[in-house]
C-alpha cells in the first residue's frame, strides 16, 4: 500500500544533492548509535560492552546505510550512476588496458559496422519510395525452373491488369541503358530507361515540373522522355524553359515532357538521365515474342497480402496458357518483393559478416583475458566490499558496468572506424552496386550498439560470475596472492588456443581467396591482350540506320551501318599508332542452329550457341590462334557464300566425330524463333577466347563477317549489328592509350559527327574488371585477416606473459635448483607450443567446415585445399610461437633471488 | 535478491512502516526514539534490528507520508526529527482499520481451529 506514490521531486534532489544526503544520513545514525550507547552505559554497562551491544541491536552499519541510500535513488539508476563513476575513475587509472581494450573492440566493432553498413544500404534499408514494403517484382519462370527468371512479353501487361484484383497497377522497366544522345552539345552516352507510362504512378513519384507519360504514349519517329533532376542540372542548368526542349536519342527526336525531383533513381542507384515510354497496348509487340527485357513492378492494394497477389498470378498464368499456348505453354510466375528482387543477391555477402564476427570474437576474447588479469588484481577489494555488507549484486552490477563501459567507448570509436572502413571499402569496391547509398544511419547505430553490449556480455560475463562468488575469507587470509590458479589458468588457455583457432579460419578464407585470384589472373584469355585498347560504338536505333518494317516487330538495317564500320576501319587502320584492328559484336547473343543433311534437331531442344558478327582483321589483332581452316575475309561479302567461323568449344561439342570446316549451319535467332535467310558454312576454327571476363566458361561461340549480313531481324537482335567493340592493338612503346580515345573519338566523328564513343580501356583492365567481385572478397578477407592475425598476436602474448609472471617463483626456485636457461625456454615455450597447435588444428578443421559457405566465390581450388591449410597453418604457428618467444625469453633473465623474494 | 526480499519481507515491512507511522502520531520524533517507543511499548517483544528503521523512515518520506526536518535533541545534540503529513495520517488511519480487522480474523481463527 505504500508503494503507491513517491516523491520523484524529493529522489531528483537526492540525485543532485548526493554528498549532502550522505552526510546527513552518517549523522543521523551517528546520533542514534550515541544515544543508544550513552543508554547502555546508563545501565551499568562498560563503554566497551555498550558499544558491542549497540552494535549488535543496530545490526551492519554500512549495510543500513547502503538500503537507505537506495531508497533514494530510481530503481538503481543512481547507484549505476555511482559505479558509472567509479568505473571510469578506474579505467582513468589504467590508460595502459583501458587504449588495449577500446581500440581492439573498436577495430572489430568499427570492421562489423562497415560491413553492416554495406549490406544495409542493400537489403534492410527500405528503398525510397512511398511504401516500398508494398512494391512487388512479378517474374515469368519456366516451370520447373524457378530461376530462370524473366520479364513477360510486354503485351502481357494489358491482360494482368486487367485480369488481376490484387495490384492496385503494374508497370515494366527496363534496365538503364546506354544510348548515344545528340543535339545538346558534345555526342554523348546517356542512360536512359524504357517505361510503362504508369510507371512512375506505381512508384508514387511525381514530376517537379511538366508532366509524366500519358497513356499509350510510345517512341516512334519522336518521342516524350521525362529526365532526371541530375540531367537537368548538366545539361540544361535547372533552367524551366527545358520542358519542350527537344534533342536526338539514338537517331529520334525526344521532347522533354517532365522534370523528376533530384534522388529519383530506380533502382540501384545507378546514373539516370531519362526515362522513354512504351506503350504495352502497342501493335508492335502483339506477337509476344519479345520476353525478358523488361522487369514488372506492382504495388499491392492496401491490405493484400504477398500470398493473395501469388494466388491471384497463378490463376492468371494458367489462363494465358489456355489463350496464347504459343508464349505461355509451361510459363508460371512469382511474386517477390521489389527489394528483395533487386538486392537479394546481397545475401552472398552474408559470408562476410561472419567473418567479421570472428574478428570480433578474438578481440572479445582478448579483451575478456585482460579483464580477467584485472580482476584478479582486485580481488582482494571486492573481498573487502563484499565483507563490509556490498550486496552481491552491486559487485555483479560494479563488473558489468565496467565491461559496459568499456564495450561502450569502443562501439564509439568503432562508429568512426566504421566510417573510415567505408570510404575503404569505396575505393575497394569500384563497381559495387549502390555504394553511394552506404552509410552510418540510425539502423547502422543500432546494431553498433547491440553488437557492443552483446560483447560486453561476452566478455564481462566470466570475471562477473567470479565476482559474485568472492571467496572472502580465502582471499583476504592469503592477502590477495592468487587462488585456484589452475583453473583459471585453463581458462586462459582456452581462450587463446580459440583465438589462434579463429584467426587461422580468416587466414584461411584469405588464403583460398588469394589462390583463387590467383587462378583467376593465371587463366588463359586465349589471345593477347598487352596493349590492346577497346572501344564501343553503338549506332542509333531510330534515324538513318534503321527502318522499322510495318507489321511485326522486325527491323531493317540501311547499307549505312556496314558501311560506317568499314570507313571506321579503314581510317584507323592508317593511323601509326595503330598497330591494327579489329572489330566484333559488342553485344553477343544466342543463337541455335540445324545442320544441312543432319537429321532436324528436337524444337524444344535445338543445339545452341553464343554469336557474335567480327571483322576479318579480329584473328590478327587480337592474336587468336586459328585451329583449323581460314578465318573470315574481307572478301566474304554480301553476294559471296555465307561462312561462318567456330570456336573449338563447338567443335568439340558438336562435331566430336566429324570435320566441321565445310558443314552448313542455318542459324535462328533466339528467342524469336527466326531463321537467317541463308545458311553459311564453317569455314574454320579458331581457339576459345574469354573476350567476355575470365571467370566464364568458354561458351560455344559461331563468328561471322559483319559484312555477310541479313537486313532484317526479330526485335532487339539488331542490336549485334549496330552495337560493335573496336579492338586495337597499339604499337609497342607509344604512350598513346590516352590518345586512342581522341583517334577513335575523331574518326567516329568525321564519318558521323553525332556518333559518340563510349567505354574505352584497356582490354587488361577490362579482364580484370572481370574478376572484380573475387578481388573485392579477397581484399576484404585479406584485411579482416589481418586484424585477426594482429589481435591473436596480441592475445597469445598477454597469455604467455600472465603465465610467466604467474611462474616467476617457480622459475627462480627452478633456476637456484640449478635449471639451465634452456630448460626455462622449454618449460614456457612447451605451453606455447602446445597452444599453438592445438589452436592451429582446431581452427583448420572448422575452416574446412566453413569454407564450404564461400565456394561460390573459389575458382580452381577446393574449399579444403591442402596446401593452403599447410601453409596458412605454418605462417600462423611460426608468428604465434615468436609472440611466445619473448616471455619465455623474459623469463630466462629472471633473477631467482629477486623471484623468490617476490610475494 | 530484490525479488526474494519483496516476498519474505512485505509483510514485515508493511507492518514496520504502520508502526512508525503509529509511534509518530504522538508528535515529531528522531529515529532513536521511535526505536525506544516501539521497543518499550511492545515490552521489547518487538524489537527490530534497530538500523532497520532508516532505510524504513527514508522510504515514508520519499512517499510523502512523512516530512523530516533537523532538530535539536534533548541532550541538545542535532538529529533529524520525522513528523507525520496529512497523507501519513490518513495512511495509519487506514492501516490500522485493515490491522484490526486482521488481527480480530486471525485471532477468531486460532480460537476456533
Known amino acids: 500500500m505504500f508503494e503507491r506514490s513517491t516523491n520523484v521531486w524529493l529522489r531528483l534532489k537526492a540525485l543532485f544533492n548526493r554528498r549532502r544526503l550522505d552526510r546527513d544520513l552518517d549523522e543521523e545514525i551517528r546520533f542514534h548509535l550515541a544515544m543508544r550507547e550513552q543508554k547502555q552505559r546508563e545501565m551499568g554497562l562498560s563503554t566497551e560492552a555498550a558499544r558491542y551491544a549497540t552494535q549488535q541491536r543496530f545490526g551492519n552499519v554500512t549495510l543500513v546505510k547502503e538500503r537507505t541510500r537506495e531508497m533514494h535513488t530510481f530503481l538503481t539508476v543512481e547507484s549505476l550512476w555511482q559505479d558509472v563513476r567509479w568505473a571510469a575513475r578506474g579505467l582513468r587509472k589504467s590508460p595502459g588496458f583501458l587504449a588495449t581494450v577500446v581500440l581492439s573492440l573498436a577495430l572489430g566493432i568499427g570492421a562489423n559496422s562497415t560491413m553492416f553498413s554495406v549490406i544495409n544500404a542493400l537489403m534492410y534499408r527500405p528503398l525510397p519510395y512511398f511504401d516500398p514494403g508494398s512494391l512487388m517484382v512479378i517474374w515469368e519462370f519456366e516451370q520447373g525452373h524457378p530461376e530462370s527468371e524473366e520479364g513477360p512479353p510486354i503485351a502481357e501487361l ?21 544510348e548515344p544522345m545528340a543535339g545538346l552539345g558534345e555526342p554523348e552516352m546517356i542512360h536512359q530507361q524504357f517505361v510503362t507510362p504508369n510507371f512512375f504512378s506505381v512508384l508514387r513519384v511525381k514530376p517537379v515540373l511538366g508532366r509524366i507519360f500519358s497513356k499509350g504514349e510510345m517512341q516512334d519517329r519522336s518521342q516524350a522522355v521525362v529526365i532526371s533532376h541530375s540531367f537537368w542540372e548538366e545539361r540544361f542548368s535547372k533552367d524551366p524553359k527545358a520542358i519542350g526542349k527537344a534533342f536526338q536519342i539514338a537517331g529520334v527526336e525526344s521532347t522533354v515532357v517532365g522534370i523528376m525531383p533530384s534522388g529519383f533513381a530506380p533502382f540501384y542507384g545507378q546514373k539516370i538521365d531519362l526515362w522513354v515510354p512504351i506503350n504495352p497496348e502497342s501493335a508492335r509487340y502483339s506477337e509476344r515474342k519479345d520476353r525478358g527485357w523488361l522487369m514488372p513492378i506492382g504495388r499491392l492494394k492496401p491490405g493484400v497480402t504477398r500470398g493473395q497477389a501469388q494466388v491471384e498470378m497463378n490463376l492468371i498464368e494458367r489462363r494465358l496458357e489456355q489463350e496464347y499456348p504459343r508464349s505461355n505453354t509451361g510459363v508460371r510466375a512469382k511474386v517477390l518483393p521489389l527489394q528483395e528482387a533487386v538486392f537479394g543477391w546481397a545475401r552472398a555477402l552474408y559470408p562476410l559478416l561472419g567473418a567479421v564476427a570472428f574478428v570480433l570474437l578474438i578481440a572479445c576474447l582478448n579483451v575478456a583475458n585482460l579483464l580477467q588479469s584485472r580482476t584478479e588484481a582486485r580481488r582482494k577489494e571486492q573481498a573487502i566490499r563484499g565483507s563490509l555488507g556490498a550486496p552481491r549484486r552491486r559487485l555483479i552490477q560494479q563488473v558489468l558496468i565496467e565491461s559496459g563501459l568499456l564495450a561502450l567507448l569502443g562501439g564509439t570509436l568503432g562508429v568512426g572506424f566504421a566510417l573510415l572502413g567505408i570510404q575503404l571499402f569505396r ?20 546494431f553498433t550498439l547491440s553488437v557492443s553490449l552483446l560483447t560486453a556480455m561476452l566478455f564481462g560475463l566470466g570475471p562477473a560470475v567470479q565476482a559474485s562468488r568472492p571467496d572472502l575469507n580465502a582471499t583476504l587470509r592469503e592477502g590477495g596472492h592468487r587462488t585456484s590458479a589452475g583453473a583459471r589458468g585453463r581458462m586462459r588457455n582456452v581462450l587463446a588456443v580459440s583465438e589462434v583457432a579463429f584467426a587461422m579460419v580468416l587466414l584461411i578464407g584469405a588464403g583460398l581467396m588469394i589462390n583463387t ?52 576501319l579503314e581510317k584507323l587502320s ?41 571483322s576479318a582483321s579480329l584473328l590478327e589483332t587480337l592474336r587468336i590462334p586459328l585451329k583449323k581452316g581460314r578465318f573470315l575475309r574481307d572478301s566474304d561479302r554480301e553476294n559471296m557464300p555465307w561462312a561462318a567461323v567456330v570456336n573449338e568449344t563447338f567443335a568439340r561439342r558438336y562435331f566430336p566425330n566429324e570435320n566441321p570446316i565445310g558443314q552448313r549451319v542455318l542459324l535462328r535467332h533466339e528467342s524469336y524463333h527466326v531463321d537467317e535467310e541463308r545458311p553459311r558454312e564453317i569455314v574454320g576454327v579458331i581457339g576459345d577466347v574469354r573476350t567476355f571476363g575470365l ?62 564513343v563510349t567505354t574505352i580501356m584497356a582490354m587488361s583492365r577490362h579482364l580484370a574488371d572481370s574478376i572484380d567481385d573475387f578481388r573485392l572478397i579477397m581484399r576484404l578477407l585479406e584485411i579482416f585477416a589481418g586484424m585477426a592475425l594482429l589481435l591473436a598476436i596480441v592475445g597469445i602474448y598477454g597469455v604467455m606473459s600472465y603465465f610467466v609472471s604467474e611462474r616467476i617463483h617457480e622459475i627462480g626456485i627452478r633456476m637456484a635448483l640449478g635449471a639451465e636457461r634452456w630448460n626455462v625456454l622449454a618449460l614456457v615455450t612447451k605451453l606455447g607450443l602446445k597452444l599453438t597447435v592445438i589452436g592451429v588444428a582446431t581452427g583448420a578443421v572448422l575452416a574446412v567446415w566453413l569454407a ?5 566465390f573459389l575458382y580452381g581450388v577446393s574449399p579444403a585445399d591442402p596446401t593452403t591449410l599447410v601453409v596458412v597453418g605454418l605462417v600462423l604457428a611460426t608468428i ?8 619465455a625469453h623474459r623469463a630466462t633473465k629472471v633473477d631467482p633471488v629477486l623471484a623468490l623474494r617476490h610475494e | 535478491m530484490k525479488e526474494k526480499n519483496k516476498n519474505t519481507g512485505e509483510l514485515l515491512r508493511d507492518t514496520l512502516d504502520m508502526l512508525i507511522l503509529k509511534a509518530l502520531s504522538r508528535g515529531a520524533m528522531h529515529g532513536y526514539g521511535i526505536a525506544e517507543v516501539i521497543g518499550q511499548a511492545s515490552e521489547e517483544v518487538l524489537r527490530v534490528d534497530e538500523g532497520a528503521l532508516y532505510p524504513a523512515l527514508h522510504r515514508l518520506e520519499l512517499r510523502g507520508l512523512l516530512t523530516a526536518e533537523w532538530g535539536v535533541s534533548e541532550n541538545n545534540r542535532r538529529a533529524k526529527y520525522y513528523r507525520l503529513t496529512a497523507a501519513g495520517r490518513r495512511a495509519l488511519g487506514e492501516e490500522s482499520a485493515r490491522w484490526g480487522r486482521m488481527a480480530a480474523a486471525i485471532s477468531r481463527v486460532m480460537e476456533t481451529a
Open chain 1, 852 to 856: 564450404r559457405l564461400i565456394t561460390r
Open chain 1, 574 to 614: 592508317v593511323v601509326p599508332e595503330i598497330e591494327s584492328v579489329g572489330m566484333m559484336s559488342g553485344m553477343a547473343r544466342e543463337i541455335s542452329f540445324s545442320v544441312l543433311g543432319h537429321p532436324a534437331p528436337p524444337p524444344e531442344n535445338r543445339p545452341s550457341a553464343v554469336y557474335q558478327e567480327a
Open chain 1, 695 to 756: 571467370r566464364e566458361n568458354v561458351p560455344p561461340m559461331v563468328y561471322s563477317s559483319y559484312l555477310q549480313q541479313s537486313a532484317i531481324y526479330p526485335g532487339g537482335c539488331v542490336l549485334s549489328h549496330l552495337s560493335q567493340d573496336v579492338v586495337a592493338r597499339l604499337g609497342l612503346g607509344s604512350s598513346s592509350q590516352n590518345n586512342f580515345a581522341s583517334i577513335i573519338k575523331k574518326a567516329a566523328q568525321k564519318i558521323d559527327l553525332d556518333q559518340p
Open chain 1, 427 to 446: 575505393n575497394l569496391a569500384e563497381n559495387f552496386p549502390n555504394t553511394g547509398a552506404i552509410s552510418i544511419d540510425g539502423r547502422v547505430l543500432l
Open chain 1, 517 to 568: 585470384v590467383l587462378h583467376l589472373t593465371q587463366v588463359n584469355p586465349g589471345f593477347d591482350p598487352t596493349n590492346v585498347m577497346v572501344a564501343r560504338i553503338s549506332l542509333p536505333e531510330g534515324g538513318k540506320y534503321l527502318e522499322r518494317v510495318p507489321g511485326g516487330d522486325m527491323e531493317k538495317v540501311t547499307p549505312l551501318v556496314t558501311a560506317f564500320y568499314r570507313r571506321l
Open chain 1, 158 to 178: 494489358v491482360d494482368w491488369n486487367t485480369q488481376n484484383h490484387v495490384f492496385e497497377d503494374i508497370a515494366l522497366t527496363s534496365d538503364t541503358e546506354g
Open chain 1, 880 to 887: 604465434a610461437l615468436l609472440a611466445c618467444y619473448i616471455p
